[in-house]
């Protein structure tokens, strides 16, 4: 679980920083909306933490531009978003929610609550909490980036874990080649459908038939259900 946390305040930001840290997740700190747009077009996260008030705009402003998809590395447009705040009246939380985002803490918080709301937002949308991932028996755990089948470790590289870890997160949903290759495979532009292939096919040969499926013309999708019940 990647977080790109957008906050100005150094105390706080680095007091989140560690408890998320500590949580195994991987935290990436920002300071201002440029360097977070930055951040997003070239690296990419699974969740945002957003504070409002920042030195160059409103923290409103990136999430409308993140809800629009005029943010590369969001293709999706669904980012998860949790607002930090000061700004506590019912008409601050209101500008937030209709705003696209998921959540809102109002500040000062508890570390608990925060670290609470962000496994609970992780959990609603990629039916993952941050740490391991079990489909079927092909297990990914995210802390220590081990993946297993049936309890045999699978070793893979990091291009193939990127795709996995995608695809596992975001079970049920067909994820285009698209944004396989701009999320997975950063740097390679030329040739990247092959390269994508590639990695896919090395990918099934090491994991086993049966939990990749292809979506002719469009992408791959990891099915929680087996089609047909079988294994
Ligand atoms: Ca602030």
Known sequence: MKILLIEDDLDLGN???????????EVVWVRTLDDARRSLERDGCDLVLLDLGLPDGDGLTLLGQLRRNKVQGDSSGSLPVLILSARDTLDDRLAGLDGG????????????????RVRALARRSYGYDGETIDVRGLVLHAP????SVAGRTVELTASEYSLLKMLMMRTDRVLTRRVLEE??????????SN????????LRRKIGEGYIRTVRGIGYVIDQQAPGGAA
């Open 101 to 116: 985002a998921d959540d809102y803490l109002v500040k000062p918080f508890v570390l608990a609550e925060l670290l609470s």
């Open 195 to 202: 390269t994508l292939d590639v990695h896919m096919a090395n």
């Open 144 to 147: 220590t980036r081990r993946v």
């Open 183 to 192: 999320q997975t495979l950063p740097g390679s532009q030329t040739n990247a």
């Open 15 to 25: 007091g989140v920083r560690i408890a998320l840290t500590e949580q195994g997740m």
